[in-house]
């Protein structure tokens, strides 16, 4: 058992930046004694293994795929060949909707050591250790994996630095699989979001609302001081879900991804999926009833208040 | 149409933490609630039950005796029958132990399609759907903000990163993920709350569900070394004082922020 294998995710035609990432905390487990770094891309152009061959990375594996877009089902069923063929002490792949949707059970089934969102991993006598948040990212749990041949770590976008695009020398290497016939679900159509009366992605200057505001009618107050003090308003998933507001205003890993000037954040907890999409704004400012929201963790200045009474008194000095 | 949603009785860390030697948290810390989550799985599958007109939603989780309540309040919003796996060895349980559980239940349960919340809000692993699917060899979909039926299939709509929805149609028997906001989750009537302490709710131990202690030690994915705090200190710059004040800070770094 030796060796990191890196799951690059790709979409597009385009290898995801979260690859990039895995291939730079791939290299720096495997310099600590997990072994050399192999890249697999699953489906996609030949032109992706170029993308992925970066300093570092010893082969690149690309497996062909029956379909053009990825489905869960060839995924599991060509990692689980190219984890039973390559026996790599550790496997890297993201903490994302796509890997999410098959990872897990590649794990389940070859009876892999595993963990998801991790954020930090290390690699020593004992093998790999990783680091993910526990209790709604109160605390931060350490994990070990007693016994385990190979070991999968989904690591969450954004915890590692990506690996600079300098050209490496990989050798590359086709590996063609049986996967006809693997797939189970079939592609009816592909439905992009409406576009919405507003691009957040725009604005300067985005008033985020969350939980905290829980009906129409505050919802509305809030809305209109946003137009006083020269803000957009945007929100968090649950708003969303309870149809308070169309899905164009919504920041996050399953809405837009935002880095406006300011980002003001009114009762918004920071889930991690908030968190992925606005936490390259460049001033973040928080306002939330609750000490312990993880929110005041990647906010640049916080305050613990009534949300509304804040909002309210802004509108003094704002607009 | 058989559903079986497995459930998870969330534990809220409230106030301080209080932790119980390395790895584990003090119970009396610990606000037990059902997970978000699956308030959406359990209506996606009484709907799929009632459109059908026939066959029953087992609520299904492994759990303490913390568990009973959550499993309770699916029964009072309209669940069939509930069961509740459990042995102190599960204790901190990691997904895939949870997922070897569940399937030797769903074996023997046979459902058409198993739902599952996409994650829990405490441990937020978002593997345990997935992982349970793998064992029992059933296609699959994560993270569902739509199903339809269609005969023996199923039309899903699955959420990808930025909103995009992928349209899937797959067979069945089946697993989902379930997204918050697919549905509007129903509320018990305080009638049907007290009537669901009469609907079966059974408790069975892995060994029962044909699961030996070796086995269970060997699905086990990881283990608890450790539980700490996060440092504190890299997070926001405070700012302090009556509403009005800590607007007019605000009000002063958003004018700066805007200028620059």
Not at chain 1, 92 to 102: I, K, P, Q, R, Y
Not at chain 1, 151 to 173: D, H, I, P, Q
Not at chain 1, 184 to 210: N, Q, W, Y
Not at chain 2, 143 to 163: C, H, M, P, S, Y
Request: net charge negative; aromatic share 2%; charged share 20%.
């Amino acid at each position: 058992m030796s060796g990191v294998l890196v799951v690059a995710e790709h979409a597009q035609g385009a290898v995801r930046a979260s690859a990039m990432e895995l291939i730079a905390a791939a290299r720096a487990i495997g310099e600590q004694g997990a072994g050399p770094v192999t890249v697999a891309v699953i489906g996609g152009p030949e032109s992706l293994a170029d993308a992925v061959d970066v300093r570092g990375v010893q082969e690149v594996v690309a497996v062909p795929s029956p379909l053009e877009h990825f489905e869960a089902h060839i995924a599991q069923a060509a990692l689980q060949a190219i984890i039973a063929e390559r026996e790599p002490a550790v496997v890297l792949a993201g903490h994302t909707v796509e890997s999410l949707g098959f990872a897990p059970a590649v794990a389940a089934c070859l009876g892999l050591g595993f963990a998801s969102d991790v954020t930090g991993m290390s690699f020593g006598e004992q093998g790999v250790l990783a680091r993910r948040g526990a209790y709604g990212q109160r605390l931060i749990a350490e994990l070990d994996f007693p016994g385990k041949r190979t070991v999968m770590l989904l690591t969450r976008t954004g915890a590692f630095e990506a690996a600079a695009a300098e050209a490496g020398g990989a050798t590359r290497t086709r590996l063609e699989l049986q996967l006809g016939g693997t797939a189970r679900s079939e592609r009816v159509e592909l439905r992009e979001p409406p576009a919405g009366d507003v691009d957040i992605t725009k604005a300067d200057f985005l008033l985020s609302v969350g939980r905290g505001v829980e009906d129409a009618e505050r919802l509305a107050e809030l809305e209109q001081i946003a137009q006083r003090i020269g803000a957009t308003l945007s929100a968090s998933r649950p708003l969303i879900d309870a149809g308070l507001l169309s899905s164009a205003r919504q920041v996050g890993q399953s809405g837009r991804t935002v880095a406006p000037k300011v980002y003001l954040a009114l009762g918004i907890s920071g889930a991690v999926q908030h968190v992925a999409g606005m936490s390259k704004a460049r001033l973040i400012i928080a306002v939330n009833s609750d000490p312990q929201a993880p929110i005041f963790n990647v906010a640049h200045h916080g305050a613990v208040a009534d949300l509304f009474e804040v909002a309210a008194a802004l509108q003094a000095h704002l607009g | 149409m058989n559903v079986l949603v497995p459930v998870r009785q969330v534990g809220r860390l409230e106030g301080d933490v209080v932790l119980e030697g390395a790895a584990s948290v003090a119970e009396s810390a610990l606000d037990w609630q059902l997970n978000e989550w699956d308030a959406f799985s359990l209506e996606a599958a009484m709907t799929l039950r009632d459109e059908a007109g026939a066959g029953e939603v087992v609520v299904a989780s492994v759990g303490g005796e913390q568990a009973e309540s959550g499993l309770l309040a699916c029964l009072a919003k309209g669940a069939d029958r509930g069961v509740r796996v459990w042995d102190p060895a599960l204790a901190g349980a990691d997904p895939l132990s949870i997922a070897t559980v569940l399937a030797a239940l769903a074996r023997r349960e046979a459902p058409e399609l198993i739902l599952c919340g996409v994650q829990s809000s405490d441990a937020a692993t978002g593997a345990t759907g997935v992982a349970l699917a793998g064992l029992l060899d059933l296609p699959h979909v994560a993270v569902v903000t739509g199903i339809a039926r269609e005969g023996e299939q199923l039309i899903v709509d699955r959420e990808l990163d930025g909103g995009t929805i992928e349209v899937l149609r797959l067979g069945m028997p089946a697993l989902l993920t379930v997204q918050t906001g697919m549905n509007e989750p129903r509320y018990a009537t305080l009638r049907a709350i007290k009537q669901a302490r009469a609907k079966p709710l059974q408790t069975l131990t892995p060994a029962e569900l044909g699961l030996t202690p070796a086995e269970l030690a060997q699905a086990a994915g990881s283990r608890m070394l450790r539980l700490t705090e996060p440092e504190r200190g890299e997070g926001a710059a405070m700012i302090e004082g009556e509403p009005g004040e800590i607007a007019a800070r605000i009000a002063q770094l958003v004018g700066e922020a805007l200028r620059a």
